[in-house]
């Protein structure tokens, strides 16, 4: 078995348990739910930089890479540095990650926040919204078409923007459908952890320009993101390289000082 069909598999129990637990009827009651969102796709097709920069403690494929910060103080840090969105890891076996997380990123700054899970049920974009997100990731490798476009339709009804992440042609093909807002080519191939730029180049043409592109995972570096712009894209899914320092406000704010040189 894959690591990921193993965190699907893990997914799909640990949802089943809180569906059990906390009823859709108290997520709808949460003060959040009826909060305004704030779209990240249109931040992105106004910003200079396109830098999502994201929330990641540790990962499969690197295991520990910061435990020791607040997500308070890494939320307020990207804000200071001007990035245009927030994408928060809420899953908590794999990635060290929760709700809480994304609670404590919404109460403590106004930018687009992305719940970056593994969705594959409707119940978890319910509590997505309840716990402030403003934007969702559907991974296609995980799911059907008709999956995509449930969870993309019910996720614009509650006024989230999507994010369909792919990485190859076919995931592309079996996905493009007019409920989504943003197309996410994912540079890491989550079967076998290889991470090749070269993805999101290669992929690129075949995005309909109706969605706005982003390019995740494995960007480093100014040269990348200045390659990939002229690829089309216009988000920069960016965690490792911020996360890995002492103080990734920081890090994000000298990457977006010299884009903007
Ligand atoms: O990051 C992993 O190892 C990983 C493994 C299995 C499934 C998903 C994984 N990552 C999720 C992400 O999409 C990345 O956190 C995100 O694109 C940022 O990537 P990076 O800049 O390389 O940290």
């Given at each position: 078995?894959?690591?990921?069909?193993?965190?699907?598999?893990?997914?799909?129990?640990?949802?089943?348990?809180?569906?059990?637990?906390?009823?859709?009827?108290?997520?709808?009651?949460?003060?959040?739910?009826?909060?305004n969102?704030?779209?990240?796709?249109?931040?992105?097709?106004n910003?200079?930089?396109?830098?999502?920069?994201?929330?990641?403690?540790?990962s499969?494929?690197?295991?520990?890479?910061?435990?020791?910060?607040?997500?308070?103080?890494?939320?307020?840090?990207?804000?200071n540095?001007?990035v245009?969105?927030?994408?928060v890891?809420?899953?908590?076996?794999?990635?060290?990650?929760?709700?809480?997380?994304?609670i404590?990123a919404?109460?403590n700054?106004n930018?687009?926040?992305?719940?970056k899970?593994?969705?594959?049920?409707?119940y978890?974009?319910?509590?997505?919204?309840?716990?402030?997100?403003d934007?969702?990731?559907?991974?296609?490798?995980?799911?059907?078409?008709?999956?995509?476009?449930?969870?993309?339709?019910?996720?614009?009804?509650?006024?989230l923007d999507?994010?369909?992440?792919?990485?190859?042609?076919?995931?592309?093909n079996?996905?493009?459908?007019?409920s989504l807002d943003?197309?996410?080519?994912?540079?890491?191939?989550?079967?076998?952890?290889?991470?090749?730029?070269?993805?999101?180049?290669?992929l690129?043409?075949?995005?309909?320009?109706?969605?706005?592109?982003?390019?995740?995972?494995?960007?480093?570096?100014?040269?990348?993101?200045?390659?990939?712009?002229s690829?089309?894209?216009?988000?920069?899914?960016?965690?490792?390289?911020?996360?890995?320092?002492?103080?990734?406000?920081?890090s994000?704010?000298?990457?977006?000082?010299?884009?903007e040189?």
């Amino acid at each position: 078995m894959s690591i990921l069909d193993q965190i699907v598999a893990d997914k799909r129990q640990e949802v089943a348990l809180k569906k059990a637990l906390i009823p859709v009827s108290q997520l709808e009651q949460s003060v959040l739910f009826e909060r305004n969102t704030i779209s990240l796709s249109k931040r992105l097709k106004n910003s200079h930089s396109g830098i999502i920069a994201e929330h990641k403690r540790r990962s499969p494929s690197k295991s520990v890479i910061n435990n020791s910060l607040s997500v308070q103080a890494v939320a307020k840090g990207y804000e200071n540095a001007g990035v245009c969105g927030i994408s928060v890891l809420t899953d908590g076996r794999y990635f060290g990650g929760s709700l809480d997380d994304l609670i404590l990123a919404r109460a403590n700054c106004n930018l687009p926040l992305l719940r970056k899970e593994f969705i594959i049920d409707a119940y978890q974009i319910l509590e997505a919204k309840a716990y402030g997100a403003d934007a969702i990731l559907l991974i296609a490798a995980i799911l059907t078409r008709d999956e995509i476009k449930q969870f993309s339709k019910l996720s614009k009804q509650l006024n989230l923007d999507v994010l369909l992440e792919v990485h190859n042609e076919e995931e592309l093909n079996k996905s493009i459908m007019p409920s989504l807002d943003m197309l996410g080519v994912n540079n890491r191939n989550l079967k076998t952890f290889e991470v090749n730029l070269e993805t999101s180049k290669n992929l690129s043409a075949q995005i309909p320009n109706d969605f706005v592109k982003v390019s995740e995972s494995g960007i480093s570096s100014i040269k990348a993101i200045q390659t990939l712009k002229s690829y089309d894209f216009k988000g920069f899914l960016i965690g490792e390289n911020f996360m890995k320092t002492d103080n990734p406000g920081n890090s994000a704010a000298q990457f977006i000082k010299q884009l903007e040189q």
